[in-house]
Structure formats: structure tokens, C-alpha cells
């Protein structure tokens, strides 16, 4: 087995891409080859024209500053790559758990509730939220009165509603409650008669995490779609 093994390494040491790599020497002008050079430049400089001492002084500054430029590039490609692995590591953990993100549509799973926030920016005297289907049938139409400014906060899970953490006295317009599937939510407010449409906040489960080529990171949301990790308002337990 040994023998093998020593037979391998000497096939590979005669491997025709290494040797091409070895052969290939490198383009990049290092330290001692800049200082070799300069040194050169002095011992072939004319006598009666000699180059003056500030000159060189500057080209060793400048060398020096664009060798320190480079060793702080290559650092921080580093840092930026380490960086980047360790976000996507973090959103990985996400799987599985729910957020909450600007949407107008989510999905609602067996079992489970969709969160539903979003800014009353002025009084109303009537609330109203509309809840359609995937095939955009109004399948839920529901009143919840007189609002003052500020959060709301409502949960759904198919059959019942609460307005912030109050269960109210409404119930689903079928008997089991409505199927899981992805729903749209409509939220608006009443004033003088005049109707105006609210923005909204979704909650949704994590299903997987994707790292784009710049770097950044997008959440794969059930019933949403892809949504940056930027826009995430809150992480539901």
C-alpha cells in the first residue's frame, strides 16, 4: 500500500499542469523586485546627471503606499467573505420560524395563524378588513368599529379573529373555517364616508434562505415569495 502511495506522489510531482504551474512565474512586481530595480536605476544613472535623493524617497512611498493598499484590500475581501458566511449561517437558523414583512398576501398552513399589523395613521370610525382567495374570491368580510391612531394588530387562523390580543365575536363564514392556502388581506378606514386603504405587515414561515451574489441575503417565504433579510420588520417565536 505504502508503495502505491509513493508511486502517486511521484506521478503527481510529474504532472504536466503543475509543472506548467511551476514554470509560470508570477506578473506581480513584489518588494525585493521593486528595490532591485531601483537599485538598478542608481548603479546605471548618468554621473553628470544623477537622479535626485527625493525622487527615489517618493517612489518608495508610493510603492509602500500602493503594497499597503493592497495587503488592506485582500484583508478586507476577507473580512467581507467571513462576514457574509457568517450572516448566512445566522439566516439559516430562520428556517422553519415565521417573520413578519411588508406584503398584502401569505400563507395560511393547518394549524396555523397569520399576523396582520399595520398603522392607523388618524382615528377612523370603522375598520374594515376583507380576506380573499388564491383565486381572488372575497371569502371573508369583516368590520372591527371604531379605531383610534396608532398599531393594530390582528391574528387569523382561518376560523377566528383578534384585534389586538382581544378575541372578537366573529366567527368564520363556513362551518370548519377556511382551508389552508394563500390568502390576500385588505385593510382600510373609514372617515366622513371616504375610504382609504392601509398598508400591511404579514406574518409567514421561513422556508429556505438564499445568498445572492452581491452578498445579500433573501428569505424564500411561504404563501410571500423572496423577500431581502432588510425588509424583515419582526422575528415571530
Excluded: C
Excluded at 97 to 116: F, K
Excluded at 210 to 229: K, M, P
Amino acid at each position: 500500500m505504502s508503495e502505491i502511495s509513493s508511486v502517486d506522489n511521484v506521478l503527481s510531482g510529474l504532472n504536466i499542469d503543475k509543472k506548467k504551474e511551476q514554470a509560470e512565474p508570477s506578473q506581480e512586481l513584489g518588494q525585493s523586485a521593486f528595490l532591485e530595480l531601483m537599485i538598478t536605476q542608481m548603479e546605471n544613472q548618468s554621473p553628470l546627471d544623477p537622479q535626485d535623493n527625493t525622487q527615489f524617497i517618493a517612489q518608495l512611498a508610493q510603492f509602500s503606499s500602493v503594497e499597503s493598499l493592497d495587503k488592506l484590500n485582500k484583508q478586507f475581501d476577507s473580512f467581507s467573505s467571513n462576514f457574509v458566511a457568517n450572516q448566512a449561517l445566522q439566516a439559516s437558523s430562520l428556517v422553519g420560524r415565521s417573520v413578519t414583512v411588508p406584503a398584502t398576501q401569505t400563507g395560511l398552513s393547518s394549524g396555523g395563524i397569520v399576523s396582520l399589523s399595520s398603522h392607523v395613521p388618524a382615528s377612523t370610525g370603522d375598520l374594515s378588513l376583507n380576506i380573499y382567495n388564491e383565486s381572488g374570491s372575497l371569502v371573508e368580510q369583516l368590520s372591527l368599529g371604531a379605531q383610534p391612531e396608532g398599531e393594530v394588530l390582528l391574528r387569523w387562523d382561518g376560523m377566528s379573529m383578534e384585534l389586538n390580543g382581544k378575541l372578537l365575536d366573529w366567527r368564520s363564514s363556513k362551518e370548519n373555517g377556511q382551508p389552508p392556502g394563500t390568502y390576500s388581506f385588505e385593510l382600510s378606514a373609514t372617515n366622513d364616508g371616504q375610504q382609504t386603504a392601509l398598508e400591511t405587515a404579514l406574518s409567514a414561515n421561513v422556508n429556505s434562505v438564499t445568498v445572492a451574489q452581491d452578498g445579500s441575503l433573501a428569505l424564500n417565504l411561504a404563501g410571500i415569495g423572496t423577500v431581502n433579510l432588510a425588509d424583515v420588520k419582526q422575528f415571530n417565536e
